[in-house]
C-alpha cells in the first residue's frame, strides 16, 4: 500500500510553533523526535484526506489544534506508568491513537474502525512514522476478539457513553479504564451508563488554541475496587 504514500511528506516543526507550545501549556513532554513525528502525521493525515475524506478538518493548522492537541490533552489524566495496552475505538484517521503511540512510545496501542480505507491509512502512518508499538484492525469493536484485555479503551466521539459502555467495556483488564472524549458535559448521557461501571472522573479539558468545550469521562467497573 504505497501508491497513496510514494512521495510521503515529512514536516519538521520549528521552535515556538503551536504544536510544541500547545504540548508544553498540556505539560506533555515531548522531545525533538516526537514533535517532529506528530508533525509529520499531520502532513499524512492532510495528504491522504484530499482521497479518503479522513476528517472534515482540511487544513494542517487546524489539525493540529483540533486532532493533536486534543488528543494529547487526555494525557494528564490517564495512567503514566509503561507498559500500558490502550485500545482506540472507531480511531477513524488515528485520533487520538497514533498521536498517543508517538508521546508514549512505552504503551502499545491497538486501533480499530470498521471503515477498510481509514484503517489503511493507520496502518501505512504507523509505517511511515516507525511506530512499532501500533497495530491497526478493520473490525468493528464488538466483534473484535484480541489476544488480551487493555488496561485503557478509548474514543472519541465513537457513540453515546451507553453504547460505548456496552460494546467496548468488555475489553477491559479488571481495573482497566474506559475513557470518553466528549465535547460538551454529556449530562443526559451520564444518566445511561451501565450499573456495572463507574464515573470516576469528568475532567474538563483545555485544549490551546481551541475554543471549545472538551470533557473527558473515566469509568471502571465496580468491582475494579482497590485494583485501581
Sequence with gaps: MTDALSASPRAVPVAGDPLA????????????AQLARLATFVALLAKWNKTYNLTAIR???????HHLLDALAVLPHLPSRSGLRVLDVGSGGGIPGIPLAIARPDWRLVLVDSNHKKVAFMTQAAIELNLANVEAHAVRVEEFAPGAPFDIVISRAFS????????????????????????????EELHE???NLAVVGKPALTVPGLDAARHLILLRHRDAGDRA
Design 21 to 32: 507550545a500547545g504540548a508544553a501549556a498540556l505539560g506533555v513532554v515531548l522531545d525533538a
Design 160 to 187: 453515546d457513553l451507553a453504547t460505548f459502555a456496552s460494546t467496548s467495556a468488555r475489553h477491559l483488564a479488571p481495573a482497566g479504564l474506559l475513557a470518553a472524549m466528549k465535547g460538551v458535559h454529556p449530562d
Design 193 to 195: 451508563v451501565p450499573a
Design 59 to 65: 487544513d494542517a493548522p487546524r489539525m493540529v489544534t
